[in-house]
């Protein structure tokens, strides 16, 4: 069984040269599935399909997201590309590092790309579990949109040939991140009905906290059942049994 | 000694646009020293300094040439890029192969781009001791100048100390196993006191499972911390405050 290739999430991209020319970059590498969340000037945009210089079989095929949740929903593992350091506490890994990861993933992996301008914001890298960084001149980063991209598909491309996958298929794969968000979503009501939401001007930073908390493990289904099954145990208490 | 960097050589260039990309391209990756043979367009190109995005310092510093042979005339080796195999009998390299081969040259080693349309000419490759090739989709190969530049420029830069990332520098660092049993601890009351560990013959299990859960993540102290201050405040909410 081969690797999953990724898939490349474009988060608010601005340009519609630049979703051309992200194509084209992928197409290259053999990466096919483009996400779009989002886009400033929706989808379909005229202007890339020129910038694609031939890569129409991937635009025709980009689907389109509100959020990065949904972008994301079917994947087991979330990368974020992001050229400064968070405050986040994840860990940061270059491409090749990168490559090998998704390589191995039992299944599908995202890598997000933030808007050309600003890059992803902190919300966006909160839903990652790892940060992807190109290692750059530090006197000179200077990577577009397209190119980033290109070297993320051009690590993972290159030991598809020789590839062979034996390692982690002994364990559960993470949870497809729907389900992931499940149980954040359930989590959040209870700490909402428990007032732990104080004051209101930190929630924001407090919700981001507890979603990098919970990405970190890359749980599996039975996990997230499980978990969820606890917290429903603590916030609906069933009435003592008798034995 | 630190090896030399190489000299990106671009024969023939057409656009002056794809001039500067390709010194952007260079210098996100460290590379500074740009050759030029018989610009399509003369040198200076007006439309070389846009295109480099603030890489101005590897345009001003762009040697011109009349002939590749005169370009090339102070490097011990000659690699040129194509993606079509020629004739020639030149073992072909790819990038990463290529990179290392550059890095334990005892002399600068010159790589030479063709021109966008056409690339390089049978004459040209003839003056290189190997080709370098972009393994690249047999379906679809596109890759532009400053693209096949940036490759090149990225495979050398990667084993160059300077550039690696400084990983998981600021991660903190797992709890100590203490502060994880106390979690373990607390959710352990709370489950037993919401009747969760039902039926009593398979609790051993359930809890096996739920410490298997909770010790894979390797989150931190603070996270800890975060976590129980969760659990407490579901488990004994607070009064509704009025703000």
Not at 140 to 154: D, I, K, T
Not at 165 to 175: I, K, S
Not at 179 to 191: K, M, R, T, V
């Amino acid at each position: 069984m081969s690797a999953s290739p990724p898939a490349i999430v474009l988060v608010r991209p601005q340009l519609g040269e630049n979703i051309g020319q992200a194509a084209r970059a992928m197409l290259n590498f053999g990466l096919t599935d483009l996400r779009l969340v989002a886009p400033r000037d929706g989808w379909p945009n005229p202007a890339a399909g020129p910038a694609a210089s031939g890569a129409d079989v991937v635009l025709a095929h980009a689907r389109v997201f509100a959020t990065v949740a949904d972008a994301v929903a079917d994947c087991g593992d979330v990368l974020a590309t992001t050229v400064r350091r968070r405050g986040l506490s994840l860990p940061a890994l270059a491409p090749d590092t990168a490559a090998e990861r998704i390589r191995v993933a039992p299944v599908a992996t995202a890598v997000l790309f933030g808007p050309e301008r600003s890059g992803l914001e902190t919300d966006d890298v909160a839903s990652a579990t790892a940060i992807l960084t190109v290692p750059i001149n530090p006197g000179f980063g200077s990577l577009n949109l397209a190119q980033a991209v290109m070297l993320v598909a051009y690590e993972w491309s290159r030991k598809e040939a020789l590839f062979s996958p034996t390692v982690r298929d002994d364990l559960e794969p993470p949870a497809p991140f729907a389900e992931l968000e499940g149980f954040i979503a359930q989590l959040d009501a209870a700490l909402d009905r428990a007032g732990y939401f104080h004051p209101p001007d930190r929630t924001p930073t407090t919700r981001q906290t507890i979603r990098t908390i919970l990405t970190k493990p890359g749980w599996s289904s039975s996990e997230v059942r499980q978990l969820r099954g606890m917290l429903r145990a603590i916030t609906e208490p069933r009435p003592p049994r008798r034995n």
